[in-house]
């Protein structure tokens, strides 16, 4: 499970399209969608490493809400019940309107990455993009 959420190859296999990651602390990450989902966006965010604790740990800091207002994300992964428990937390969003906009559209967005990853574990099931009308 470290190996795929601390690595482009492993987020590009079932959740972003071109990604970049260096997996060690103070490393760059490039989140990268193209046409994704339903309504097809293209984006990118930036993050930075701050934990890389293979087999137990990974954690970046991005700036979902702006430069000001990093958030910081953590992978905490342990051997349970035959398998892999995932904790996920994110941590630092001001207590603003702004802030709590993004809480609800992160915890969503983080909703539909352990689907994702679950189910790319779990079966193989890959997402597959809609196409667009033309």
Request: include cysteine.
């Amino acid at each position: 499970m470290y190996d795929i959420i601390a690595s482009a190859d492993g987020w590009n296999a079932f959740f972003t399209t071109g990604m970049e990651l260096d997996p060690k602390p103070g490393g760059k990450m490039t989140w990268r969608w193209k046409d994704w989902g339903p309504l097809f966006y293209t984006t990118d965010a930036q993050a930075e490493v701050v934990r890389a604790e293979c087999p137990d740990i990974f954690a970046f800091q991005w700036y979902p809400v702006g430069k000001d207002n990093p958030t910081t994300i953590t992978f905490a992964l342990s051997a349970k019940y035959g398998g892999t428990v995932v904790e996920l937390t994110e941590s630092g969003y001001p207590d603003t309107e702004a802030g709590r906009a993004m809480i609800l559209e992160c915890a969503s967005g983080w909703g539909e990455a352990l689907t994702l990853l679950k189910f790319y574990i779990e079966h193989g099931i890959v997402y597959a993009q809609p196409k667009k009308e033309e």
